[in-house]
């Protein structure tokens, strides 16, 4: 679980709408082309230098987001950069790069510069609000609601209007919905978009998937899906999608469970089209659990230990294990007393919401990748994938642990209790591996992580509601968040498999000492800088201190 002030990724035209690339382009990851090297500026944040690190396929709007985030300004915030001249720096992935003694400085705009777009969005608003206004029965109200939400949505993003304005937005909506639930006593409003009176309408996937020939991805880059060292910044969300394609054909799971592979597309897209575009908990996050997953399959020779089934298991749990995260953790939907949180009497409700979702896009005839298993196998098959799903709630970690290192001294592939613990403790590592994978590539989600934590810790602050000190934007840092986390949960958690699987040191292990001692390293560095001006502060006072007569 580990985040940076880089590595933005952004969709590219090219790609087709079916869930892959076309057939001609040939997904190169392994290779260090100049084309994905990175580019870095220095920004001047309150007299220090900040480096933010971007890639060149960056969409400007992600940079802006990226450099609100980098200069504490609210990350909806429209904004300029400035040179130490005080001119003007265009914020693409062209502007020119500086040094840390030339740095930009970045300056929000007063509402008076926001343009034009922001008054015709809020004419179009208010028209809005007075159409809602005039509606009297319940069934008239819901399905306009849906429908202005619709055409919304599509104009902010035929239009390009400011994030900020969306979220005024959907807050005015949010207050709409308030007004008709208690007008007819309907569902308790919560965070969470999904809504099981929906009848699966969320689950569909709106993209229908045609016949084309079998992507295809370079021998590079399947070497290189078998590795934590995979880059997973440089792909769009189709060329993921593909990925995770190739990964059940190659485990064999296509032909032992007799997928339909057009369903499986199907389902993939739904998957995909069920994450939320939060900072942290996205499909880019499904991802890497999956490829972390798979990488073990191969690193740890699970085929030849597991079962084909078991394979299934492990991949669809990774896949589906964070399904409609609504961003706020178990902790603020129990103290919030959210509709989940009431739903599963605040047991693990996320990872609940995860599992019914999962389930419910599974129960779509076009996208039930099991639909030719028996159904008493499916049964089982289902069982399983809730144990792991629900083993990823973070409250659990002690007992799993605990129960895999009773086990793991005399393991036995033979006993179906010690493989299932296995597998619950294999999905929690891939979970919260990303200080595993290089640092170029891990950091990037420390800052994805912290930004979704402090929204959180903001939103709890205005609602009165307890903040954990680890989430609160003024406490914590990204050596603070990182040192306790990989000291006491990451290495322990990964030494105990070392046990069972002692090839995954060098790979695996390794690389979390070396990521905590460059935390710790960087800690030294911030504890010294906070002390250097106390101590100045403290001898001038000295100075000033009267003589005694």
Request: aromatic share 8%; proline share 5%.
């Amino acid at each position: 679980m580990v985040v940076g002030s880089s590595g933005l990724s952004v969709r590219a035209p090219s790609q087709n709408l079916c869930g892959c690339v076309r057939k001609e382009k040939e997904v190169n990851m392994g290779s260090s082309s100049s084309s994905y090297a990175p580019k870095t500026i220095y920004l001047d944040v309150d007299g220090k230098v900040q480096k933010v690190v971007f890639s060149r396929h960056c969409s400007p709007c992600d940079i802006k987001e990226l450099l609100c985030s980098s200069s504490n300004i609210p990350r909806n915030t429209a904004i300029m950069m400035v040179d130490p001249e005080g001119a003007l720096v265009s914020i693409d992935p062209t502007m020119p790069t500086n040094s840390p003694n030339s740095l930009y400085k970045v300056v929000p705009l007063s509402t008076g510069q926001l343009g034009e777009k922001e008054d015709m969005f809020q004419n179009v608003l208010s028209q809005v609000a007075e159409q809602f206004s005039r509606a009297f029965r319940i069934n008239e109200l819901k399905t306009e609601v849906t429908n202005r939400l619709a055409m919304l949505e599509k104009r902010v993003e035929l239009e390009g209007l400011k994030v900020v304005e969306i979220e005024k937005c959907k807050n005015d909506l949010k207050k709409l919905r308030d007004e008709m639930t208690s007008r007819g006593g309907g569902r308790v409003n919560c965070p969470c978009k999904y809504n099981f009176s929906d009848d699966g309408k969320k689950v569909t996937p709106r993209r229908d998937v045609p016949n084309y020939p079998k992507y295809t991805l370079s021998q590079e880059t399947v070497e290189a899906l078998k590795k934590p060292t995979f880059d997973v910044w440089h792909w769009e969300h189709n060329e993921m999608l593909s990925c995770l394609e190739y990964m059940y054909h190659d485990l064999g799971l296509v032909k032992e469970f007799n997928m339909n592979p057009i369903t499986l597309k199907r389902w993939l897209l739904a998957i995909q089209e069920n994450y939320r575009n939060n900072p942290f908990h996205n499909f880019r996050h499904c991802f890497c659990v999956s490829q972390m997953m798979y990488g073990m399959i191969h690193l740890c020779n699970l085929q030849e230990k597991l079962t084909l089934t078991d394979m299934g298991i492990l991949m669809t749990a990774a896949v589906c294990h964070d399904l409609d995260h609504p961003g706020y953790n178990n902790t603020y939907q129990i103290n919030a007393r959210t509709e989940l949180a009431v739903r599963y009497n605040d047991i693990s409700p996320l990872e609940n919401h995860h599992c019914a979702v999962a389930f419910q896009i599974l129960s779509l005839p076009e996208c039930n990748i099991f639909a030719n298993v028996d159904p008493e196998a499916f049964k089982q098959i289902r069982q399983a994938i809730i144990t792991l799903i629900l083993a990823t709630d973070m409250a659990r970690h002690g007992e799993i642990l605990d129960s895999f290192k009773q086990k793991v001294d005399n393991f036995d592939f033979t006993n179906e209790e010690h493989v299932t613990c296995l597998k619950m403790v294999l999905i929690k590592c891939c979970d919260i591996s990303n200080e595993v994978r290089p640092t170029e590539v891990a950091e990037p989600w420390v800052d994805c992580l912290l930004e979704e934590y402090f929204m959180q810790s903001d939103r709890e602050k205005s609602e009165g509601l307890p903040v954990a000190p680890f989430m609160d934007r003024d406490k914590v840092t990204k050596p603070t968040a990182q040192i306790g986390f990989i000291k006491f949960v990451l290495i322990p958690m990964f030494e105990t498999v070392m046990k069972l699987f002692p090839q995954i040191e060098e790979i695996m292990v390794q690389p979390l000492r070396d990521s905590r001692d460059h935390y710790e390293e960087l800690k030294q560095i911030d504890d010294a800088m906070t002390e250097t001006p106390e101590a100045t502060r403290k001898d001038s006072r000295k100075l000033l201190v009267p003589a005694k007569i």
